[in-house]
């Protein structure tokens, strides 16, 4: 799903209007009834509905609704919050319908906020995504009042007073808070960004009919992934395969008192499909690592190289980093890896540490590698100090461009950044993810698909979608508390068979 940016969603309307010959109010009449179709779903009949109205085009979607609402039979209360702001054209478009159909439903925001005993639940229709600048005065004061009351909130497009991207420069406390977003066509870009939770406690996406072709034509950099996306990049395997065509990867990991990342890594990548996988590990960590993965083959690297020439010619991707330590010596191994310019490597954990302790490396970065960090990790390898994960996002975006490597950007909504500039959202995943391990598990993967055949690109994409795809099954029978990294590996084989099936 692509996902656009405020200004070109608006040129996203207006070309649906001109090429389906439409009136602009035909397409708010459509809007309103998928918001309400979805509203259904969360009311019963004796509910009492607070819509809250602004003077835009947004408020215009809210009348809309509530005029469906009514006709539906669920008590409304309309309350217009326009404070001598001029109404737009379709938004009075609506009040004029609304007022036909039920005059006394309709109250003016007055000195007095309305009883919060005369209602069950507000629909916030006060602003949209196309927001510039902080709410201030009366409609401030109205947004400070919603957060105040202990109500479910539905908000239209974003939370009100949310900007469609970048908060940094924004008012947190003249944002409705902790609202279920019902997003129009597509989530706003906002409401994936960590910095914005407090506003988007959820959100779902309805279609409003904008023109598939228009959608399909403009471009944008951004995407949400979705399993209609992942099913089409699987690969079938021939009948007459065998282990060497499989892929062989060399995972680089583990250090004393780390044995378990290399392990977790080590069962992503053989439960993601590799034929064969070589552990080059410390010798301490032979035993652990050889009992708990039976499948993996082990060997100790040497003080100055992590394998021999020769050796690094045989695996078809390279993956280090997951507890593996930064001593002096694996610094100068790293550096020497880095130099046989491997072209299907990954890099994740210590040896993002290296390379941030060292920015020398950077520029020994293969083209096309891809790294794997969490924002803490990216804000020391990028040298940056950004105030939100929007402005992350543009310097993540501007680092893989500028070494032509692609970034996995860790958190929920993982952003796969590529180096062209296109950022991949992932889709799947969970809180219960937060817990020691489940970025080694995702580095195993990744490698796995990689050096499958996988192109980066997919590699990624695939390797996030799996990944959290695994932990959303594995809740079937854990919970958020008790998911341990572990589990992560041993429902991928229900994450395949899930991807394979049209349900």
Same mark, same amino acid.
């Given at each position: 799903?692509?996902?656009?940016?405020?200004?070109?969603?608006?040129?996203?309307?207006?070309?649906?209007?001109?090429?389906?010959?439409?009136?602009?109010?035909?397409?708010?009449?459509?809007?309103?009834?998928?918001?309400?179709?979805?509203?259904?779903? /969360?009311?019963?009949?004796?509910?009492?509905?607070?819509?809250?109205?602004?003077?835009?085009?947004?408020?215009?979607? %809210?009348?809309?609704?509530?005029?469906?609402?009514?006709?539906?039979?669920?008590?409304?209360?309309?309350?217009?919050?326009?404070?001598?702001?001029?109404?737009?054209?379709?938004?009075?478009?609506?009040?004029?319908?609304?007022?036909?159909?039920?005059?006394?439903?309709?109250?003016?925001?007055?000195?007095?906020?309305?009883?919060?005993?005369?209602?069950?639940?507000?629909?916030?229709?006060?602003?949209?995504?196309?927001?510039?600048?902080?709410?201030?005065?009366?409609?401030?004061? $109205?947004?400070?009042?919603?957060?105040?009351?202990?109500?479910?909130?539905?908000?239209?497009?974003?939370?009100?007073?949310?900007?469609?991207?970048?908060?940094?420069?924004?008012?947190?406390?003249?944002?409705?808070?902790?609202?279920?977003?019902?997003?129009?066509?597509?989530?706003?870009?906002?409401?994936?960004?960590?910095?914005?939770?407090?506003?988007?406690? #959820?959100?779902?996406?309805? #279609?409003?009919?904008? #023109?598939?072709?228009?959608?399909?034509?403009?471009?944008?950099?951004?995407?949400?992934?979705?399993?209609?996306?992942?099913?089409?990049?699987?690969?079938?395997?021939?009948?007459? &395969?065998?282990?060497?065509?499989?892929?062989?990867?060399?995972?680089?990991?583990?250090?004393?008192?780390?044995?378990?990342?290399?392990?977790?890594?080590?069962?992503?990548?053989?439960?993601?499909?590799?034929?064969?996988?070589?552990?080059?590990?410390?010798?301490?960590?032979?035993?652990?690592?050889?009992?708990?993965?039976?499948?993996?083959?082990?060997?100790?690297?040497?003080?100055?190289?992590?394998?021999?020439?020769?050796?690094?010619?045989?695996?078809?991707?390279?993956?280090?980093?997951?507890?593996?330590?930064?001593?002096?010596?694996?610094?100068?191994?790293? %550096?020497?890896?880095?130099?046989?310019?491997?072209?299907?490597?990954?890099?994740?954990?210590?040896?993002?540490?290296?390379?941030?302790?060292?920015? &020398?490396?950077?520029?020994?970065?293969?083209?096309?590698?891809?790294?794997?960090?969490?924002?803490?990790?990216?804000?020391?390898?990028?040298?940056?100090?950004?105030?939100?994960?929007?402005?992350?996002?543009?310097?993540?975006?501007?680092?893989?461009?500028?070494?032509?490597?692609?970034? $996995?950007?860790?958190?929920?909504?993982?952003?796969?950044?590529?180096?062209?500039?296109?950022? /991949?959202?992932?889709?799947?995943?969970?809180?219960?993810?937060?817990?020691?391990?489940?970025?080694?598990?995702?580095?195993?993967?990744?490698?796995?698909?990689?050096?499958?055949?996988?192109?980066?690109?997919?590699?990624?994409?695939?390797?996030?979608?799996? /990944?959290?795809?695994?932990?959303?099954?594995?809740?079937?029978?854990?919970?958020?508390?008790?998911?341990?990294?572990?589990?992560?590996?041993?429902?991928?084989?229900?994450?395949? /068979?899930?991807?394979?099936?049209?349900?």
């Amino acid at each position: 799903m692509k996902l656009f940016l405020t200004g070109q969603i608006r040129d996203l309307d207006r070309a649906t209007l001109e090429e389906e010959h439409i009136a602009s109010v035909e397409l708010m009449d459509r809007a309103a009834d998928a918001l309400t179709s979805h509203l259904f779903k /969360h009311l019963t009949p004796s509910l009492r509905c607070l819509i809250l109205a602004g003077p835009g085009n947004n408020g215009g979607d %809210a009348l809309a609704v509530a005029i469906r609402l009514i006709k539906r039979g669920q008590p409304v209360t309309v309350l217009l919050c326009t404070f001598g702001k001029p109404m737009s054209a379709d938004a009075r478009i609506q009040l004029d319908r609304l007022r036909v159909l039920a005059a006394p439903t309709i109250k003016i925001w007055a000195s007095e906020p309305p009883d919060q005993s005369s209602f069950d639940l507000m629909v916030d229709g006060l602003f949209g995504s196309g927001l510039n600048r902080p709410l201030t005065g009366q409609f401030a004061e $109205v947004v400070q009042w919603i957060n105040l009351q202990n109500k479910p909130i539905y908000s239209i497009d974003v939370p009100s007073g949310l900007f469609g991207e970048n908060n940094a420069s924004n008012d947190a406390d003249s944002i409705v808070r902790n609202s279920h977003c019902i997003c129009l066509e597509m989530p706003r870009i906002a409401c994936l960004l960590p910095e914005n939770e407090t506003y988007v406690r #959820s959100w779902d996406a309805v #279609s409003i009919g904008l #023109s598939k072709q228009v959608l399909e034509t403009t471009e944008s950099p951004y995407h949400l992934t979705e399993k209609e996306d992942i099913q089409t990049l699987l690969k079938q395997r021939s009948t007459f &395969v065998h282990k060497g065509q499989m892929g062989r990867i060399l995972m680089i990991a583990g250090s004393e008192g780390m044995a378990g990342a290399a392990i977790l890594s080590a069962r992503g990548a053989l439960r993601s499909g590799c034929g064969l996988l070589t552990v080059a590990t410390e010798s301490v960590c032979l035993p652990s690592i050889q009992s708990a993965v039976a499948e993996a083959m082990c060997k100790t690297f040497q003080a100055e190289s992590f394998v021999s020439d020769e050796m690094m010619h045989a695996f078809t991707a390279v993956g280090i980093g997951p507890g593996l330590g930064c001593t002096p010596t694996k610094k100068k191994a790293f %550096a020497q890896l880095l130099k046989h310019k491997p072209q299907r490597l990954l890099l994740d954990a210590d040896a993002l540490n290296m390379l941030a302790e060292d920015p &020398v490396l950077l520029q020994l970065l293969p083209h096309g590698s891809i790294l794997t960090p969490h924002p803490g990790e990216f804000d020391r390898l990028s040298q940056s100090k950004p105030t939100s994960g929007y402005e992350r996002l543009q310097t993540a975006r501007a680092f893989a461009a500028k070494y032509q490597v692609y970034v $996995v950007l860790k958190g929920a909504y993982t952003a796969c950044i590529l180096p062209d500039g296109n950022v /991949h959202f992932n889709s799947t995943g969970n809180p219960g993810m937060a817990t020691g391990g489940s970025g080694d598990v995702l580095s195993g993967i990744i490698v796995s698909l990689l050096g499958q055949g996988y192109s980066q690109t997919e590699a990624c994409q695939l390797g996030c979608y799996l /990944h959290g795809l695994a932990a959303d099954l594995a809740l079937e029978t854990q919970s958020v508390e008790s998911l341990l990294a572990g589990d992560i590996p041993s429902m991928l084989g229900s994450a395949f /068979h899930y991807l394979r099936s049209n349900h």
